[in-house]
């Protein structure tokens, strides 16, 4: 089983940047997929970014391509969510999650175990 725990998010101004840290337990973090996922208030949860086990192979939602970085540390047990210019429409609460498989692109369903939540609130 892995538990994670998201830090990092906060309130930025327009076109500012933010980095999200997403800590796991257990010894098996670097078999695991890992992706980002946000919601929006009155919206369903969705993709931003997606991962490899060893980090060779990302994915990114349309809307963040250019603009955020998906990175891992295995050695540290930690999955990193690099935001720049960022833009109101990105005010969300972000999760990280865990998967046992890639898929490019991620699919949701196959990620199992999730983090609460980091709250990012971007204003205009």
């Known amino acids: 089983q892995v538990q994670l725990e998201e830090s990092g998010g906060g309130l930025v101004q327009a076109g500012g940047s933010l980095r999200l840290s997403c800590a796991a337990s257990?010894?098996?973090?670097?078999?695991?997929?890992m992706g980002w996922f946000r919601q929006a208030p009155g919206k369903e949860r969705g993709l931003v970014a997606g991962?490899?086990?060893?980090?060779?192979?990302?994915h990114y939602a349309d809307s963040v391509k250019g603009r955020f970085t998906i990175s891992r540390d295995n050695t540290k047990n930690t999955v990193y969510l690099q935001m720049n210019s960022l833009k109101p429409e990105d005010t969300a609460v972000y999760y990280c999650?865990?998967?046992?498989?890639?898929?490019?692109?991620?699919?949701?369903?196959?990620?199992?175990?999730w983090g609460q939540g980091t709250q990012v609130t971007v204003s205009s």
């Open positions: 257990g010894r098996t973090f670097s078999s695991y997929a």
């Open positions: 999650a865990a998967a046992p498989y890639y898929r490019s692109p991620p699919d949701e369903r196959t990620y199992q175990y």
């Open positions: 991962i490899s086990y060893s980090g060779g192979r990302t």
